[in-house]
């Protein structure tokens, strides 16, 4: 290679470099952001300042504040030029500024019956709703952050069982290979312990698997485009019983529900509205003043100017508002049984999924464990055949998988109660 060739690659190299540079320091930046011992509430404030869905939804607060500057804007002024009787079409007019009639004439639009406050009433009602709904936004963004921080809390408590039960598989084939070399044991049953363990190194990888992808999840709900940052949830699987009321938090949901109250600010919204389209009705006046200037004379000119509403009195502008009034009242009513139904569904949800950790907390995982254990030292001293072995290792793997299903679904479950009420607990 000559050396302009060699020059010409390295200035390509070092504009590839550039580019690349900026991007990688970038993610660097994001993967710092994230902490490596990451807890749910450490989660939750990255979310709150970081996720696009809900840094979108705040600009509708921006948006609502620039319809309070529109709605306390004034009328802008007119301004009128017109230049009359100059005498085009003679053969010789003479010259423009001396033979024509001049008039300047300003006049300020003046609005009646109240527009310009109820207008800004209207404005300030859409900025209430706004936050209403932001607050609705943050509370399903909530419940979804929770949940798949969970589905990492999960995936790893999975993937420690799999380890588990691989390792413990893996000194009973040492155990038998032993076996096998003082012909204690045949090779068939060798071979079939060596096949088996392909299940349970198959668990790992699906394991190892389903915790990565829920990392990634978390991250891409955090706003992280960096999807290789390393953390480690703290959170573990735990039951924690929890009594409370259906009917009252049937009460504390109607109460607090974000969304049940912007439907409420809503309907305010829209019976403001009818009033600012009664007001549309009255005609603005506009009051002007000018100057005329003719061929002699110099001449002021003052008046005022009024719309007669014999005609358009905003009748189709009146129904519309109040049939919007109605409609907002239905999706209140709409919105309020949702509610209701979310409560009762996540209350009767929670009721199950507690019986089912229960369930398996006082019968099935110590049953499971303890034939699991009696089976290993069983067959280590060889009373117990392979395929009750085997037997016994499946069951206690599908026990505990279950047990650790159960207590993702129960606190899940809280997660969409307190979702459903609106409060955490």
């Known amino acids: 290679m000559n050396t302009a060739s060699a020059k010409l690659v390295a200035f390509v190299l070092f504009g590839f470099m550039s580019m690349a540079c900026p991007l990688a320091a970038q993610e660097a930046k994001e993967a710092q ?34 319809g309070i500057t529109d709605a306390r804007l ?46 800004t009433r209207v404005a300030e009602q859409d900025l209430v709703a706004a936050e209403a709904f932001l607050q609705d936004t943050v509370r399903q963004l909530k419940l979804e ?49 060596e096949t088996e363990r392909l299940r349970f190194f198959n668990d790992m990888l699906a394991a190892e698997l389903q915790l990565l992808n829920s990392k990634v999840a978390l991250l891409e709900l955090l706003g992280v485009s960096s999807m290789t940052a390393q953390f480690e949830v703290q959170e573990k699987l735990a039951f924690r019983p929890i009594a409370v009321g259906l009917d009252e938090l049937q009460q504390q949901a109607l109460a607090t529900r974000a969304d049940l109250r912007a439907r409420e600010e809503l309907i305010e919204r829209e019976r403001r509205q009818v009033s600012v389209e009664k007001a549309q009705a009255v005609p603005n006046v506009t009051p002007f003043f000018g100057y005329k200037r003719n061929l ?29 009034v109605d409609q907002a009242g239905y999706e209140k009513q709409r919105t309020e049984l949702a509610v209701r139904r979310e409560v009762q569904q996540a209350y009767q949800t929670l009721e199950v999924e507690g019986r089912r950790v229960r369930a398996l907390e006082s019968t099935y995982v110590a049953s499971a464990r303890k034939a699991r254990d009696i089976a290993q030292a069983s067959y280590r001293l060889g009373a117990l055949d392979l395929i009750a072995f085997l037997d016994a290792e499946r069951a206690y793997r599908e026990t505990l998988r279950a047990y650790n299903q159960a207590l993702f679904d129960y606190q899940t479950a809280i997660f969409s109660l307190e979702a459903a009420v609106g409060r955490e607990f």
């Open 33 to 66: 952001s994230v902490p490596t011992r990451l807890t749910l509430d450490l989660a939750n404030d990255i979310l709150l300042a970081r996720n696009p869905t809900l840094l979108r939804e705040r600009q509708n607060l921006v948006v609502a504040r620039a």
């Open 296 to 324: 002699a004379d110099n001449t002021v000119a003052f008046g005022v100017n009024v719309g007669l509403p014999f005609f358009n009195r905003n009748q189709g502008g009146i129904a519309r508002a109040v049939a919007r």
């Open 74 to 119: 004034r009328p802008n002024p007119d301004f009128d030029l017109v230049s009359e009787s100059y005498p085009l079409f003679e053969s010789n007019p003479g010259p423009f500024f001396q033979r024509n009639e001049l008039i300047v004439r300003v006049g300020q639009p003046i609005e009646t019956a109240g527009k310009r406050g109820k207008r």
């Open 145 to 193: 952050l929770r949940t798949r921080y969970y589905r990492i809390v999960l995936a790893q408590a999975e993937y420690d069982l799999a380890r588990q039960i691989l390792s413990q598989f893996d000194e009973i084939i040492r155990l038998n290979r032993a076996r096998f070399e003082h012909g204690e044991v045949s090779g068939l049953d060798l071979a079939r312990l």
